[in-house]
């Protein structure tokens, strides 16, 4: 077994290879769907709202992938801690096994904070792949927590002619630190990044907005963005949030998610769309999920200026983490990487 801490995750888990192992599994996924075994994820929720202590959740997310020759169980448990960014820690923690379930040996232990940062990005990179302007020149980013930064390196991952990124977060100080990480960490990327005072300054020329906040209500509405804008909500992640607002909902040509079976049970924005009278949108309106896309079942013409508004809503779902997990396990076992370890 091989124990991988997060600077060695780090260390081996690019973008490029997220996405390259995301729409590998997506196409494994459509042609054989039995291979993929993926339950809904049980989420326990953690404390209740108080002055000491913001509401958070742990999740346990277990899934089986056969590649065709083998099989592998990947298990991921995350605590999402809303606390944590004052203790300088991050929000979502997480640890990962990936096993052999011919043998029942543990192939590698490794810290998740990294996967789960990056696979999450990586579903938006590959939605935007298919689903926004291949000419789009500007990228609006809309919270700034630790999800947004790998969101981020994603989209430009699959967009080189973004020139132009700007940034908002509830918390000013921290849309500026964000700023100068990402310019020291992704200093490759040729693009100007300015902190905004409103949304609405943030977003009102983007060609793509990345949504990643724990909002409960639209952060703006469908007549203060571009009409062939791509959005990818990946906050919003329980039935009681919201950041994506009805009237965008209703107005987005194609509307498509990742996981739909959780998503009915987690994406709060669709949910509450589905359930308010004075909206439209239903759940037989949706355009389909990114399967459909990466396997060709459904196509967005991209190059058109009149697609529409595109919408990604991303829920997240354990199979998405196994791809990415067993890859960097493969590689480590391959490599001797990280500490071994016997049990």
């Excluded at 977003?203 to 963005?225: C, P, Y």
């Excluded at 990604?312 to 490599?335: P, R, T």
Aim: hydrophobic share 40%; proline share 4%; aromatic share 6%.
């Amino acid at each position: 077994m091989q124990i991988l801490n997060l600077d060695t995750v780090k260390q081996q888990l690019t973008m490029p290879m997220a996405i390259e192992a995301i729409e590998a599994l997506l196409k494994l996924q459509n042609k054989n769907p039995s291979w993929v075994k993926s339950p809904e994820r049980l989420v326990i929720p953690t404390f209740a709202d108080t002055e000491q202590h913001q509401s958070g959740s742990h999740l346990s997310m277990p899934c089986v992938v056969f590649d065709g020759e083998n099989e592998f169980a990947v298990v991921k448990l995350v605590t999402i801690c809303p606390d944590n960014p004052k203790r300088k820690l991050p929000t979502t923690v997480a640890t990962i096994t990936v096993s052999d379930t011919a043998t029942g040996e543990t192939l590698a232990f490794m810290d998740g904070i990294y996967v789960t940062q990056v696979r999450t990005a990586a579903l938006s990179g590959v939605a935007t792949k298919y689903m926004a302007n291949p000419q789009s020149e500007h990228v609006a980013v809309v919270g700034t927590g630790g999800m947004a930064y790998e969101q981020l390196n994603a989209v430009l991952t699959v967009c080189p002619n973004i020139k132009e990124v700007t940034l908002w977060n509830r918390t000013r100080q921290k849309a500026e630190e964000f700023k100068q990480s990402f310019e020291r960490d992704y200093s490759q990327w040729d693009v100007k990044l300015t902190v905004c005072d409103t949304i609405e300054e943030a977003v009102k020329d983007a060609d793509i907005i990345n949504l990643a906040t724990r909002a409960t209500e639209g952060l703006f509405e469908v007549d203060q963005v571009k009409p062939n804008v791509h959005i990818n909500a990946v906050g919003a992640y329980q039935p009681n949030m919201k950041e994506v607002s009805d009237s965008i909902i209703e107005a987005s040509a194609y509307v498509v998610i990742d996981d739909l079976e959780g998503g009915k049970h987690e994406a709060g924005d669709l949910i509450q769309a589905h359930d308010n009278p004075d909206c439209d949108w239903q759940w037989d309106q949706l355009s389909g999920q990114l399967m459909d896309l990466v396997s060709g079942g459904l196509k967005v013409d991209t190059d058109n200026k009149n697609k529409g508004i595109t919408l990604f809503k991303s829920v997240g779902a354990a199979s998405f983490d196994g791809a990415v997990a067993l890859k960097i396990a493969q590689v480590a076992k391959q490599n001797q990487i990280g500490q071994s370890a016997s049990l």
